[in-house]
C-alpha cells in the first residue's frame, strides 16, 4: 500500500460502500483524478449496511429521480456482469383490497417514469413463483426488471475500487476512521485520519449508517436513522444444486406483510442452499442513533448486525407460511439470522449535495443498494456541472431547514417513515403526526375555532379548510360533488370546493404565513439578484414594485419561481416553504462565489401574509384601511406595492393574484397579524382553506408549482412563463435562454388537461391525486419528447368553478393540439383527457384580470 498522502482534489470518507464506490467511479469517469478514498473498515467494507445488504432491486417508486435512480443502477450492475434480471412479484393477499389498489397505482407510476411492471393474475403469479399458495392471493404486480446484484454488492463496491486504481485516479486506504474534519473561512480543507492529515479541495462523505458522525464533525446533522430489520434464513434448499445460480426464482414481495423472500440459489454459492425472508418492522420500530453503534472489535456480529430474536417477528413470520409454505418445511438457521441495519429518513429522501455549512464538503447519505450507481452519477455530475439532468430538489441536503435538523424532530420523523418502508401504502397528500405544531400563525387558535382542517408544510400548520363553512355545501352540492372513492377523498376536505366557490361569488382570506420569507441587502444586493433572476431587478423605477421572476440554471432551465419586492434599501424574496430553505441557500452560495458584500436573512418568522380575494376585494378591504380611496385602480396598479393601515398597523399591500380573482397579498409583522386577521373578519369576510390557493384555483387558472410544474427539466418557454422581451443585463442562464428562443419551437410545452369522463369500470366518479401518465390513445404508449422526456401529469386537481379535473403535463410538441384527445391511466384503468390549453391558458378567468406575470 502506498503511503498516505498529505493532498487530494477529493477524498471519498466511506469508500468502502457501494455508494462511495460508485462516486469514485463516476468521478473518475467524469474526468476527475487525485482522490483518495478512505474507510473505518476494510475495502470493500465488512461492517457496514453493503456487507449484509439483501441487494435486490425493484424498480416501483413513484417519483421520477426514485425510478431513474434504479433503472440506471440495475443497467450499470448489469453491464459489469454483476445482476441477474429475474424479475420480481409483488403481491396482494385475499381481502388486502388497499394493497391490489397500492399495485395498480405502481403501474400508472410505472407507465409514467419508464418501468416496465403490470398487473398479472393469482394464476400467472403461481406459475411464476411455484412456492406461492395461489388461493391466498388476489393478484400480483410483475417487475420484468428486478432482479438481485451478483455476487454481491460488496462484490461490485471491491470491483469499482480497483478498476479506479488501476487507472491511476483513485488511492485507498481501508481501516482509516475520519477523525476530524479541517476547515477554513467556512470551507473544508482536509480530514485528520488515523493514519495522518490530508488536505483536500473536497470531501464527499458515503459514510451511511455513520454520516451523522460526520456531519456533527461539520457542526450539523443528517435527517438520518439507522434502523434495525430482520433477516431470517431457512434451510436447507436445494432447488438450484448445481446450477451454480446466485439466485433461481424471481423475488418475492409480500408488502402487505412488510417482508419479502428470495432464494439463495446453489448452495455452492457464496450464500447458497437457503431461503431468505426479510420483514420490516410496522410496530416498535428499533432504531438507534449512531453514536450508539458498536466498533468493530465490540460487535459479536458486526456493527451494522444485531441479535435478532425469533419471537420478535413470530407473527409477521406465520403469515408469510401460509403464503409460502415452505418456510415452515424448512429449518431456522438461527445463526444465519440477524437484524441488519439500514437507513430511514425524515422524510423518505436522501441527503445528497454540498453541506449547508461548509463550502466543498458534500453528502451522500441514506441510499440503498438499488439506487447507489445512480446516486453516485448524480453526485459526481452535481459536483462537476453545478446541475443533474434529473431535477434533484427532492433529494438536495438543503432543502431541510434548521428545525428539521434536531435530534428529537429527526429522531420522531424517522420512527414514523420506519414504520413505512414496505406498509401500509403511503397516500401522496398523506400528512405526518410528528413533528407537528412547530410554527403556527398568529392566528391560528382563531383557525382552531372555526374548525380548521390543518395539514403541514414548512412546519408551518394550514387549514385546508373549515368546519364553520360547511353550511356551504348545501348551496353548492351541485358543483361539489361527493368524492364516493375513499381514496381520492382522504386528506380532502368537500368544504374546500365549497369556499373556493363562496369566495369567487363574494371574498374570502386565505392564511399565507406558510411564505418563506428571505431579506437580501447590502451595497451589492441589487447585483446579486439581477445575476440571478430573468426579470430585470435593477434601476430606480423597480422599487416599489413586486417582481415575478425566476432563477435559472446554467443550462437555462428553471431552477426556481418566486416574487421579489424591490424596496428602496433592499429586496424581499417571498417563496413557497419548501422551496425557500434550498434557495436562500443557493443565494448565499452564489454571493460567496461572487465576492459581493450581501447580507442575505431568513426572516419568514419575523412575518405573516393574509390574502384578501374576490370581486368584493377592494369594497370589503375599503372598509379596514385608513385611506379607502388609496385602492382604487388609478391608485394601486397591477403588481404594485404599497403601504396601506389596518388596526393601526402598517401593512404591506400587494395587489395580485394567486387565485383567478381581485385583490392582494397583505405582509405585516407576525406581532401585528392577529389584529390584521380580526379586523378583516369583522366586516364578515369569510376565512377560505389554503386548498383553493394551492390547489383547485391554482389549477383553474393555470398557475405553476414550483418542484412540480416548474423544474430543471424544462426552461421558461415550454412553461410559457418567458417575458416578452429578454433584460439586457447579464444572467445566469441567459445565453442558453436566448438560444431557447431562437427555436422556431420548443421539444415541448406545458399543457392543460381536462378529463373529459372520470367514471371508472364501477360507474364511480374519479378524482385523481398523484402523477398520472399521459399516453398516446392509437399506440397505448406514453408519450416521450424530442429529448426524451416522459410525459406525466405534474399537477392534478378538481376544478369546482369549471367541473371538472384539471391537469398540467409537459407535452411533446407534436401533440400539443388544442382539442387534441389522450389518455391517462389512474389505478390501471384508462380515462380520456382533452388538450385544453397550450402553454398558459387558463380555463377560469374574470374579466379584466391580469396573470400574475
Given at each position: 500500500?502506498s503511503?498516505f ?6 477524498v471519498?470518507v466511506g ?19 487525485d ?6 473498515s476494510?475495502?470493500?467494507t ?6 449484509h445488504a439483501s441487494d ?12 431513474w ?26 381481502g388486502?383490497?388497499?394493497r ?5 397505482r ?12 403490470s398487473?398479472?393474475s393469482?394464476?400467472e403469479?403461481?406459475e411464476k413463483?411455484p412456492?406461492?399458495?395461489?388461493d391466498?392471493i388476489q ?6 426488471d428486478?432482479?438481485?446484484v ?10 469499482l475500487?480497483d ?17 476530524e ?17 490530508i488536505?483536500?479541495?473536497h470531501?464527499?462523505v ?8 460526520i ?6 446533522d443528517?435527517?438520518?436513522m439507522?434502523?434495525d430489520?430482520?433477516?431470517t434464513f ?11 445460480l446466485?439466485?433461481?426464482?424471481p423475488?418475492?414481495?409480500?408488502q402487505g406483510n412488510?417482508?419479502y ?6 448452495p455452492?454459492t457464496s ?5 431468505e ?16 453503534l ?8 458486526s456493527p ?22 415452505i418456510?415452515a418445511?424448512?429449518?431456522?438457521n ?11 429518513t ?6 445528497m449535495?454540498?453541506?449547508r ?5 458534500w453528502?451522500a447519505?441514506?441510499?440503498w ?16 456541472d453545478g ?7 427532492q433529494?438536495?441536503y438543503?432543502?431541510?431547514?434548521d428545525?428539521?435538523l ?7 420523523r ?13 397516500h ?5 403526526r410528528?413533528g ?8 391560528y387558535?382563531?383557525e ?8 403541514e408544510?414548512?412546519?408551518w ?13 348545501e ?6 360533488p361527493?368524492?364516493?372513492?375513499e381514496?381520492?377523498?382522504?386528506h ?9 366557490l ?6 374570502g ?14 451595497p451589492?444586493?441589487?447585483a446579486?439578484?439581477?445575476w ?11 422599487i416599489?414594485?413586486?417582481i415575478?421572476t425566476?432563477?435559472?440554471d ?10 421579489v419586492?424591490?424596496m428602496?434599501?433592499k ?9 425557500g430553505?434550498?434557495?436562500?441557500t ?22 405573516t ?5 374576490g370581486p368584493?376585494a ?7 384601511v ?6 382604487d385602480?388609478e ?11 389596518i ?6 399591500a400587494f395587489r ?12 405585516m409583522p ?5 389584529a ?23 389549477l ?23 417575458r ?10 441567459k445565453e442558453k435562454?436566448l438560444e ?7 421539444p415541448a410545452?406545458?399543457?392543460t388537461?381536462v ?14 391525486v ?6 398516446d ?19 392534478i ?11 398540467l ?5 407534436e401533440y400539443c ?9 389512474y389505478?390501471?384503468?384508462v ?10 391558458a387558463?380555463l ?9 406575470s
Amino acid at each position: 500500500m502506498s503511503s498516505f498522502p498529505e493532498r487530494a482534489k477529493v477524498v471519498i470518507v466511506g469508500l468502502g460502500g457501494i455508494v462511495g464506490a460508485s462516486v469514485a467511479h463516476h468521478l473518475v469517469e467524469r474526468g476527475w483524478d487525485d482522490i483518495v478514498g478512505i474507510d473505518k473498515s476494510g475495502i470493500p467494507t465488512d461492517v457496514g449496511s453493503t456487507a449484509h445488504a439483501s441487494d435486490f432491486c425493484y424498480c416501483t417508486s413513484h417519483d421520477l429521480l426514485s425510478t431513474w435512480a434504479t433503472m440506471y443502477s440495475v443497467d450499470f450492475y448489469e453491464k459489469m456482469g454483476h445482476y441477474a434480471r429475474v424479475g420480481g412479484l409483488e403481491v396482494a393477499r385475499v381481502g388486502d383490497d388497499a394493497r391490489m389498489d397500492e399495485l395498480k397505482r405502481r403501474v400508472d407510476s410505472g407507465r409514467a417514469f419508464g418501468t416496465n411492471v403490470s398487473i398479472i393474475s393469482a394464476a400467472e403469479a403461481k406459475e411464476k413463483f411455484p412456492l406461492l399458495e395461489e388461493d391466498q392471493i388476489q393478484g400480483a404486480m410483475w417487475d420484468p426488471d428486478a432482479g438481485l446484484v451478483i455476487p454481491r454488492s460488496q462484490t461490485v463496491a471491491g470491483k469499482l475500487v480497483d478498476q479506479a486504481e488501476k487507472a491511476g485516479k483513485l488511492r485507498a486506504f481501508a481501516n482509516t476512521p475520519a477523525l476530524e474534519l479541517l476547515t477554513e473561512n467556512g470551507r473544508v480543507t482536509g480530514v485528520k485520519t488515523t493514519r495522518g492529515t490530508i488536505m483536500a479541495d473536497h470531501v464527499v462523505v458515503c459514510a451511511g449508517l455513520w454520516g451523522r458522525l460526520i456531519a456533527e464533525m461539520a457542526g450539523e446533522d443528517l435527517p438520518v436513522m439507522p434502523v434495525d430489520h430482520p433477516l431470517t434464513f431457512f434451510g436447507p434448499y436445494n432447488e438450484f444444486e448445481g446450477t451454480g445460480l446466485e439466485i433461481g426464482r424471481p423475488l418475492l414481495r409480500d408488502q402487505g406483510n412488510s417482508a419479502y423472500l428470495r432464494d439463495t440459489g446453489d448452495p455452492k454459492t457464496s450464500e447458497g442452499g437457503q431461503i431468505e425472508w426479510g420483514y420490516y418492522y410496522e410496530k416498535d420500530v428499533r432504531m438507534v442513533h449512531p453514536r450508539e453503534l458498536l466498533e468493530k472489535h465490540e460487535a459479536r456480529l458486526s456493527p451494522s448486525q444485531r441479535d435478532l430474536e425469533l419471537e420478535d417477528v413470530i407473527e409477521p413470520l406465520e403469515r408469510a407460511m401460509e403464503l409460502t409454505p415452505i418456510l415452515a418445511e424448512l429449518g431456522f438457521n438461527e445463526s444465519h439470522s440477524f437484524n441488519g441495519l439500514l437507513q430511514t429518513t425524515t422524510d423518505g429522501g436522501p441527503s445528497m449535495g454540498e453541506s449547508r455549512k461548509l463550502r466543498g464538503l458534500w453528502y451522500a447519505v441514506a441510499i440503498w443498494v438499488k439506487d447507489g450507481p445512480g446516486m453516485g452519477k448524480l453526485i459526481a455530475d452535481w459536483m462537476t456541472d453545478g446541475r443533474t439532468h434529473i431535477d434533484h430538489h427532492q433529494i438536495d441536503y438543503s432543502r431541510f431547514q434548521d428545525f428539521q435538523l434536531t435530534e428529537e424532530f429527526i429522531w420522531g420523523r424517522c420512527e414514523e417513515t420506519a414504520a413505512k418502508i414496505y406498509n401500509p401504502p403511503v397516500h401522496p397528500r398523506e400528512p405526518f403526526r410528528n413533528g407537528r405544531g412547530i410554527r403556527r400563525s398568529p392566528f391560528y387558535a382563531r383557525e382552531v375555532e372555526l374548525g380548521g382542517y390543518f395539514m403541514e408544510l414548512g412546519g408551518w400548520e394550514r387549514a385546508h379548510g373549515y368546519a364553520a363553512n360547511e353550511h356551504l355545501l348545501e348551496k353548492y352540492a351541485d358543483q361539489v360533488p361527493v368524492r364516493e372513492n375513499e381514496w381520492d377523498s382522504r386528506h380532502f376536505w368537500r368544504v374546500s370546493n365549497a369556499e373556493q366557490l363562496e369566495m369567487s361569488a363574494d371574498c374570502g382570506i386565505i392564511n399565507l404565513s406558510h411564505f418563506h420569507m428571505t431579506d437580501i441587502s447590502g451595497p451589492d444586493h441589487v447585483a446579486l439578484m439581477e445575476w440571478l433572476c430573468a426579470a430585470k431587478i435593477g434601476g430606480d423605477n423597480m422599487i416599489g414594485k413586486g417582481i415575478y421572476t425566476h432563477m435559472l440554471d446554467d443550462e437555462g432551465m428553471v431552477r426556481a419561481d418566486f416574487t421579489v419586492f424591490r424596496m428602496a434599501d433592499k429586496c424581499r424574496l417571498v417563496n413557497g416553504a419548501d422551496a425557500g430553505p434550498r434557495d436562500l441557500t443557493y443565494m448565499q452560495r452564489v454571493a460567496q462565489d461572487k465576492g459581493w458584500d450581501v447580507t442575505i436573512e431568513d426572516t419568514t418568522e419575523k412575518y405573516t401574509t393574509i390574502g384578501i380575494w374576490g370581486p368584493n376585494a377592494r369594497e370589503t378591504l375599503k372598509k379596514v384601511v385608513a385611506d379607502p380611496d388609496g385602492l382604487d385602480v388609478e391608485n394601486f396598479a397591477f403588481a404594485a406595492i404599497k403601504p396601506i393601515e389596518i388596526a393601526s398597523k402598517t401593512v404591506t399591500a400587494f395587489r395580485i393574484s394567486y387565485v383567478g380573482e381581485q385583490g392582494w397579498e397583505l405582509h405585516m409583522p407576525y406581532e401585528d397579524g392577529l389584529a390584521v386577521w380580526d379586523a378583516l373578519r369583522e366586516t364578515g369576510v369569510m376565512a377560505v382553506g389554503v386548498e383553493t390557493y394551492a390547489n383547485s384555483r391554482r389549477l383553474e387558472k393555470s398557475l405553476r408549482l414550483q418542484n412540480a410544474d416548474l423544474n430543471t427539466q424544462y426552461n421558461l418557454y415550454e412553461a410559457d412563463l418567458a417575458r416578452p422581451k429578454v433584460k439586457e443585463a447579464d444572467f445566469r442562464g441567459k445565453e442558453k435562454h436566448l438560444e431557447y428562443r431562437a427555436r422556431d419551437k420548443q421539444p415541448a410545452m406545458l399543457c392543460t388537461l381536462v378529463m373529459t369522463e372520470n367514471k371508472d369500470a364501477k360507474g364511480v366518479a374519479r378524482f385523481p391525486v398523484g402523477s398520472l401518465p399521459v399516453m398516446d390513445p392509437d399506440t397505448g404508449k406514453t408519450l416521450i419528447d424530442a429529448l426524451g422526456r416522459r410525459s406525466f401529469t405534474s399537477s392534478i386537481a378538481f376544478g369546482p368553478s369549471i367541473g371538472k379535473n384539471i391537469a398540467l403535463a409537459y407535452l411533446p410538441q407534436e401533440y400539443c393540439e388544442q382539442g387534441r384527445v389522450l389518455h391517462v391511466t389512474y389505478f390501471d384503468e384508462v380515462y380520456p383527457v382533452e388538450v385544453a390549453g397550450i402553454g398558459y391558458a387558463p380555463l377560469y378567468d374574470p374579466e379584466n384580470l391580469k396573470p400574475r406575470s
